[in-house]
């Protein structure tokens, strides 16, 4: 099960990371945003790396960007292989993105809390993060529903009054509790 969580939870973050950077484009082409160069500074600094004067490299920007998007999605993976799936799932694991963004950022002094933060800006992040969040949790609840109901949605089946997301478990396959 931990290969088929980190698979599927590593495409599901790419795959998350790529509508998120698509959108971060169309945004930026709207708003005249510019790039922000932020992932790249906390990987540098996370890894002691030599900090650029001026712009960071772009590939250390993708690197951060995309490996976070791709690790967090295991996250999202292990919470649609439990059974914690849809638009409720992926607005907690929005929660998620946002959070680990802002502790890397804080802790490596390269970025401040959000509340300093023009309202503006908050937005706009809150926005690109939930739709990375949305998207990567759509690919990760499909690949997950090919699997089956997760332990969480079959006992919710089992329970009266509870919605599961499943249909009826046949005789004799339902759990002790």
Known sequence: MIGRVLRQGLVAGTVGGLVMT???KIEQTIT????SHVPARVLQRLTGLPESPGTPPVPLNWAMHFGQAALLGVVRSIMAQAG???PLAS???AVVRLTNDQILENATGVGAPPGTWP???VVVDVLHKAVYAFATGAVADALADRGGPGPGQVHAALRPGRRSGVGPLPRGDA???
Do not use: I, Q, S, T
């Open 22 to 24: 698509l959108g971060e």
């Open 119 to 121: 309202r503006g800006e």
């Open 91 to 93: 607005a907690k694991f």
């Open 32 to 35: 005249g945003r510019p790039d």
């Open 84 to 86: 914690l799936r849809g």
């Open 175 to 177: 759990p002790g509790r």
